[in-house]
């Protein structure tokens, strides 16, 4: 994803983005976004998608999306298919009730459809998912999730800093470099 624009008081921050852009183009998703804090609690979030992102209720087509693939193993960007094919809107928002607890609701614009068809990947009932985070501490976040209407999901996110000691509560230095093994010949 690519900052176009950042947000300011009365526009929102808008971004490009590509996804298995040099794969195999299988699950190749392009997408432009607006995304703005409405308050310190409040952030809503709405763009249009192409790719998977665009297999949900198109709103129009930006020309065929071809049918070959970049390759069978991927590694080559394919560029004459990008933005090409149905477009769809995809929208979210977010309210934070707090310092650790946040809710989320989502309209998904993938139908998480095979390409070779309309074969589904997995019975996406709803286009909505339903989410919550609770923010256990500085580092680690527990979240919840209902998803298109036949899933639900729980995660563990955890933060590390590579900056700073991975363990507290430590006393005296670090441990001593790895040495290097005698070779065998000369041992």
């Not at 990008?82 to 977010?94: D, H, L, M």
């Not at 589904?120 to 979240?143: I, K, Q, V």
Request: charged share 20%; hydrophobic share 35%.
């Amino acid at each position: 994803s690519y900052l176009l624009v950042r947000q300011g008081r009365w526009w929102p921050a808008v971004s490009l983005g590509l996804r298995d852009f040099a794969g195999t183009g299988m699950d190749a998703v392009e997408y432009l976004v607006a995304s703005h804090r409405l308050s310190p609690r409040l952030t809503v979030t709405a763009g249009l998608g192409w790719g998977q992102m665009g297999s949900r209720s198109p709103l129009f087509s930006t020309g065929e999306r071809l049918a070959e693939r970049s390759s069978v193993t991927g590694g080559t960007p394919n560029i004459r298919q990008w933005f090409r094919g149905p477009a769809a809107p995809f929208a979210g928002i977010e309210w934070q009730f707090g310092p650790r607890l946040g809710l989320k609701a989502e309209w998904s614009s993938d139908a998480y459809r095979e390409l070779s068809g309309d074969q589904r990947l997995f019975p996406a009932r709803s286009p909505l998912n339903f989410g919550a985070d609770y923010r256990l501490t500085e580092n680690m976040t527990l979240g919840a999730y209902a998803l298109y209407g036949s899933r639900l999901g729980v995660s563990l996110q955890m933060g590390l800093n590579p900056r700073l000691r991975g363990a507290t509560g430590l006393r005296g230095g670090a441990p001593l470099p790895l040495s290097h093994r005698p070779d065998p010949v000369a041992d």
